[in-house]
């Protein structure tokens, strides 16, 4: 099933292999929906306590008025090890959800990490400063750059790119804030919309530059560590028209 084989089609794969009974496509998916069950239920018990850095994204499920949209969290422990540490059930601005799900990192040993990397949720943010008033927010340098690009007119993008990248990839913080300043007055000249938009929230997307190590700069720099893994799911996921409810999405 993970392989994408449709359920509708093991039957006729079994009997290629010999196999005359148990894998009708009702019987695969009640073998698989227990199976899924377990393996959500052991993720959202994983231990939080070795974990030092917070990654925290979205993905949505299903048609636009109708869209399920589920949280992930990928924290990274203090040896560098990467690992998915639980998924959850609404909005990114829905202030609740995001209060539920920090709630449950720290019921599982998680304490204030060094860096939280989020992709521009306020809800998300105001869940994360209100655990730790003082945690280092980061915010994702790509979402910020499409949201950045997506205000200004195609002639334009080039010129807007190039200022960005000498921004977000300075030697430090101290030269990129210096070069995003003279580059707001020039923007907001040319696009008061563009201006506004890159300016929020500017001194979160420049939290990566406090980090001396360029590789781990570049990776605290985006949430595309889970944008990998939605990607991923997508492939998985493709064949499914209707989601029956939040659980079925999760699991």
Not at 57 to 74: C, S
Not at 181 to 190: C, D, K, Q, S, Y
Not at 220 to 243: A, H, Q
């Amino acid at each position: 099933v993970l392989g994408g084989l449709a359920t509708r089609q093991f039957d006729t794969v079994a009997r290629a292999f010999g196999i005359q009974w148990g894998l009708s496509k009702s019987e695969v998916s009640r073998k698989v929906v227990i199976g899924l069950k377990r393996d959500f239920e052991e993720l959202m018990q994983t231990d939080c306590s070795d974990v030092i850095a917070l990654i925290i994204d979205g993905i949505n499920f299903g048609k636009r008025h109708n869209q399920i949209v589920v949280l992930a969290a990928l924290g990274v422990s203090r040896f560098g090890v990467k690992k998915l540490l639980g998924i959850w059930s609404g909005g990114t601005e829905n202030s609740g959800v995001c209060r539920a799900l920090v709630e449950d990192l720290i019921s599982r040993g998680l304490r204030r990490p060094e860096i939280v990397v989020l992709d521009g949720s306020k809800a998300l943010r105001k869940a994360i400063v209100e655990s730790w008033e003082d945690a280092l927010i980061g915010r994702c340098q790509e979402h910020k750059r499409r949201n950045l690009l997506g205000h200004v007119s195609k002639s334009q993008q080039g010129w807007v790119s190039r200022e960005y990248n000498s921004i977000i990839y300075a030697d430090s913080y101290e030269v990129g804030y210096e070069r995003a300043v003279v580059f707001a007055r020039e923007l907001r000249r040319v696009n008061e919309s563009a201006y506004r938009s890159f300016c929020e929230g500017l001194e979160e997307v420049l939290v990566p530059l406090l980090i001396e190590d360029r590789e781990l700069r570049r990776f605290f720099s985006t949430t595309n560590p889970l944008e990998s893994v939605f990607s991923t799911i997508r492939l998985k996921t493709g064949r499914v028209k209707r989601w029956r409810n939040a659980n079925s999405v999760m699991h």
